[in-house]
Every structure is written in C-alpha cells, then in structure tokens.
C-alpha cells in the first residue's frame, strides 16, 4: 500500500508559480509509473503530465505544455510539479497518483492506469 500526500498549494495571481510536491510512504516508487491530474468543479478528472518510473519519459497535456515540468526525486520518494505562468483556467484541486500493478517503461496519462491517489491540494489563480 501507498500513502500519497500532496502539498504546495495555494492562491496565486495569473502568471505567478507554484511547486508542487507529493511526498509517497508505504513503499519506496523510485519503479513505478506517476502522474499528476487536476479536477475543477463540475468538470472530470484530467492527466496533466506522468512520468515512467524513470523520469526519461513524460507527457504533457496540450493545455500545460511549455509551463509546467514534472520531476522526480527517487531518493526522496518524492513527485514534484513546477507550474509557471499560471492561468486562472489552472485552478484545480492537483492530485497526485502511482501506478503499482506491473508496467512497462512508459507513461499512463488515464485515470484508471493508477492504483493509489493522493487526497489534492488546491490551486486558486486569480486574474
């Protein structure tokens, strides 16, 4: 079992920057597939950007491409999510997830690719 948790969030003004972190216990996920997904209200749940276990494949959603980079940091079990420029459309509660049934060297960017999620954090941008 994993116990995601998230933090960093907050209220922003549009084209500030946040750092988001998701610390993971439980279990070491230095080979496990990660992502980061947002959920505004009355909307789904979206893939923002994944990793593969080995931090050398990523994807972006089109909406976030060239502003927000994801990271890892295997020794510290640790996800990260850097967001420049933030748009108020950004606003969300930021969710972290692992995948911990078997995978290949890729990434996962659906919702039901993952087995564990973190409880969110919120982020608030203002224009």
């Known amino acids: 079992q994993v116990q995601l948790q998230e933090s960093g969030g907050g209220l922003v003004q549009a084209g500030d920057s946040l750092q988001l972190s998701c610390a993971a216990s439980?279990?070491?996920?230095?080979?496990?597939?990660m992502g980061w997904f947002r959920q505004a209200p009355g909307k789904e749940r979206e893939c923002v950007t994944a990793?593969?276990?080995?931090?050398?494949?990523?994807y972006y959603s089109d909406s976030v491409k060239g502003r927000f980079t994801i990271s890892r940091d295997n020794a510290k079990n640790t996800l990260y999510l850097q967001m420049n420029t933030l748009k108020p459309e950004d606003a969300a509660v930021y969710y972290c997830?692992?995948?911990?049934?078997?995978?290949?060297?890729?990434?996962?960017?659906?919702?039901?690719?993952?087995?564990?999620w973190g409880q969110g954090t919120q982020v608030t941008v203002s224009s």
């Open positions: 439980g279990r070491a996920v230095a080979n496990l597939a």
């Open positions: 990793i593969d276990w080995s931090g050398r494949s990523t």
């Open positions: 997830a692992v995948r911990t049934r078997p995978a290949g060297s890729r990434y996962y960017n659906t919702v039901d690719n993952y087995d564990y």
